[in-house]
Structure formats: structure tokens, C-alpha cells
């Protein structure tokens, strides 16, 4: 998922009143390879500050129609240097700002939904995604996966 500062000109793009707009981009990459074809469209891997963005990202997805379960990369990164702290709702990840822009550092508890706790570590750098998965009774459910 990206976040691009201006809306491509093709279907697929989610922009919310303040500015931000998604993309979804459904490819098998790393990291480091997402987050390079997100910089090629002029974005960056998508960050969160709240309920809103969530809910426009999983929206946008869910147009996409992604196959569950999936794990799409977002810009949560937790650096060698950090450590994880589970008493944060992102355990100690941060959103990568990248091209200027400025990731929030505090975000609501309600985007601290986890699917696995991450390895407990400070000497590690680590990625998270979104992942999805299909619950017959209430439809797609997310959480951060390690």
C-alpha cells in the first residue's frame, strides 16, 4: 500500500479529504522493493495516524478484492537501535516518513491490533505489514504482522 501525495491517474486510489490517498500495488516484493516502487509513483509505503486512514486503506483493499490471507507492506519499521515495547501500541515500530514527509510517533490504541506478537528484541531492525484475513460471521480482519 502506498501513499502517494497526489492521486495516479488510474483506478485503485483512495484519497481522504485532508490529502492523503492509497494505492494498492499486489505484487510479491520485499520491503525494500515495495517501498522502492511506492518512491517510483511519487509516494512512500503507507503510514497511519488514525482510524480514518485505517478505514480508507482497508476500504481500498477491499475494492481491490485481496485474496486472504495477505500481508501488504506498509511503512512500519522498528530500527536495530529500537527496542520492542509492548506496552506501545506499535511495540516500539515507527512509521518510515520518507520524501519529507512526517510520520506521526503517537498513534491511537485502536491501531495497536497485532496478529502475533513481534520478537522482543533491540538489537534487530524489523519490518510489519497489514494482514489480512477472511472471518466468515464479520468479513476481513486486519492486524500488524511481524
Known amino acids: 500500500a502506498c501513499a502517494l501525495g497526489r492521486p495516479p491517474p488510474r483506478a485503485g486510489v483512495r484519497c481522504l479529504p485532508a490529502g492523503t490517498c492509497f494505492s494498492a500495488h499486489l ?40 485474496p ?22 506499535l511495540r516500539g515500530f515507527t512509521w518510515e516518513a520518507v520524501g519529507g514527509g512526517t510520520a506521526p510517533r503517537e498513534v491511537p490504541a485502536a491501531l495497536g491490533r497485532w496478529v502475533k506478537e513481534p520478537v522482543r528484541s533491540c538489537l534487530i531492525a524489523r519490518c510489519a505489514g497489514l494482514h489480512l484475513a477472511a472471518t466468515p460471521e464479520s468479513g476481513p480482519s486486519w492486524g500488524w504482522k511481524e
Open 68 to 89: 486472504t490471507p495477505a500481508l501488504l507492506w506498509v511503512g512500519l519499521k522498528r530500527n536495530a537501535s529500537a527496542c520492542t515495547h509492548a506496552e506501545h501500541p
Open 27 to 66: 505484487h510479491n516484493a520485499s520491503y525494500t522493493a515495495a517501498s522502492a516502487a511506492c518512491g517510483r509513483r511519487r509516494g512512500s509505503l503507507a503510514w497511519l495516524s488514525g482510524e480514518p486512514e485505517l478505514l480508507a486503506l482497508l476500504g481500498l483493499l477491499a475494492e481491490a478484492a485481496v
